[in-house]
């Protein structure tokens, strides 16, 4: 019988769990020394081939479940060509293009995808070394209550409780790690399939109800839910700052949709206010789709969205009614659950490259871009770099070691309220489309700064002097001749 569980990981206290309460709690002291024999879903990836038709089947086939001993070589004996493609198979039938849940990418065929994956998973792959948990940390594991549900989505709830959606219990469930015992909260929609999730300030959760098509609002202080129609299958929700509530479209592409749901319209039918994606070049039509993922709001107003297949984010403006799209470095690189920090720079894990992608240029194919793009490919480890390479990267390293001194942690420093004792003459220099610093922080600037200029660099992300050297060096040199 499979059993879905929570993790919970303590570094400096202790997690206790009473085994009476839940069917069964497990707790692991750091360091837990994995055993060689153990096989990890990234030692039989490590055997596929670096390129695109790695990143394309790790999108396909690793979404929902690891790559492990028990896909490839169950018992210790190697799947045949035509049992892998029997398995293959059968994932398309459940979530190929052409399904109700088409998050496989159209193209994918289990004939060519069998013997690719029967060729390389035929070597054993090295067991690679393990990290160690800090000597004071403890991990225990927490069993769902009902055997065989998906814990989807996790938050922390203001009281210090563990709240978490049950994809296929249709339930909700509430973990209080003092006692390790879960409580169960009823949705009153028959199999509501909650997904995504956010607790609002006030305490009170925010659930996506997939298969439903709609959203739903829980209040734990008077115990009640209140739901919205979705209009589509929304894959998750993100909370603006004036209220409303932003989804997308998992599935839309004919057109790609996301929606804001008005929580204060007294109908809810009226409360949905749809939007239309700038349609993708090659998945806008057809089977399948971009497949979007992540949606967030940033603190500057706008709605970011990620595209799991179509490898795209692109950003709403509220304000302006216009959307601006941004294509991924790599192909097929799958920006999957992306955040947004305090400074408004967006941290994107390409699911498919194992990178976490920072945005610092405009326009990703200018030639300083493809450039620092480059330099990963040097970081590998194979004994393959020029002498003239290895220089760079240890001058690089230099440099960064100086810059954690004073840079990492990026704390809060209070230099907002020290900007002010500047008097000489300040020409502040920024790059319109900045997406790792937003141009508002260089307004910022220009108001606590007397006398100070803003020069927004147009067609220019955070590496201005990079990507538009002559822009940036004509500000410099005429606010110098003033």
């Known amino acids: ?68 001993d028990q896909i490839v070589r169950p018992n210790g004996r190697p799947r045949t060509q035509a049992e892998l493609k029997e398995m293959v198979d059968k994932m398309l039938g459940f979530a190929g293009s052409t399904t109700g849940f088409p998050v496989i990418g159209h193209g994918r065929e289990s004939v060519s995808t069998a013997a690719w994956m029967a060729r390389n998973f035929f070597a054993n792959p090295t067991i690679r070394p393990r990290g160690t948990l800090p000597p004071n940390a403890r991990v225990t594991e927490y069993d769902m209550p009902e055997p065989g549900d998906l814990p989807h989505d996790v938050a922390v709830g203001r009281d210090g409780r563990i709240v978490v959606t049950g994809m296929f219990s249709h339930r909700m469930w509430v973990l209080d790690p003092t006692r390790g015992a879960f409580d169960g909260v009823d949705i009153p929609i028959e199999k509501a399939n909650p997904r995504a999730l956010e607790i609002d300030a006030a305490g ?9 098509h709609m959203i739903g609002r829980f209040s734990p202080t008077s ?14 929700l993100a909370l603006a700052p004036d209220g ?26 009226r409360a949905l206010a749809r939007f239309e994606v700038p349609a993708h070049p090659t998945l806008g039509t057809g089977p399948g789709g971009p497949i979007p993922y992540e949606i967030r709001v940033a603190r500057d107003g706008r709605v970011w969205t990620s595209e799991l297949q179509g490898n795209r984010l692109f950003a ?33 894990p390409a699911y498919a490259t194992n990178e976490l992608v920072p945005f610092l240029f405009h326009d990703t194919s200018c030639p300083a871009a493809q450039a620092m793009l480059g330099i990963g490919a040097w970081l590998s480890d194979k004994d393959d770099r020029t002498e003239a390479q290895v220089e ?14 004073f840079l990492f942690p990026i704390p809060e420093r209070g230099l907002e309220r020290r900007l002010h004792r500047i008097s000489a003459p300040t020409l502040v220099v920024w790059g319109a489309e900045d997406r790792f610093a937003q ?23 955070h590496a201005i002097g990079a990507e538009q050297p002559d822009a940036y060096a004509k500000a410099v040199l005429g606010f110098g001749r003033q």
Request: net charge positive; aromatic share 12%; with cysteine.
């Open 439 to 461: 141009p508002s922080y260089g307004k910022l600037f220009v108001e606590r700064i007397q006398g100070a200029r803003l020069e927004l660099v147009p067609k220019a992300g």
């Open 204 to 212: 009170d959760w925010w659930v996506v109800f997939g298969a439903r």
């Open 244 to 269: 409303g509530v932003w989804i997308n479209g998992h599935f839309t592409h004919s057109p790609e949709l996301i929606a804001r749901v008005d929580t204060t319209a007294r109908d809810s039918s």
């Open 316 to 348: 709403y403006d509220p304000k302006k009614g216009s959307f601006d799209v941004f294509t991924m470095p790599e192909t097929w690189s799958g920006p999957r659950r992306f955040d947004i920090d305090r400074r408004g720079i967006l941290w994107i």
């Open 392 to 405: 760079f990267l240890l001058a690089m390293a230099r440099g960064f070691r100086t810059a954690a001194k």
């Open 223 to 236: 115990r009640t839910w209140r739901t919205w129609p979705g209009g589509f299958y929304p894959h998750s």
């Open 1 to 68: 019988m499979n059993r879905s569980a929570v993790i919970a990981l303590t570094l400096g206290t202790t997690v206790a769990a009473s085994l009476g309460a839940v069917r069964r709690a497990v707790t692991h002291d750091a360091p837990v020394p994995a055993a060689d024999s153990v096989r990890r879903s990234s030692d039989w990836l490590s055997l596929l081939p670096e390129g695109e038709e790695k990143r394309r089947f790790i999108l396909d086939c690793t979404g929902c479940h690891q790559i492990d």
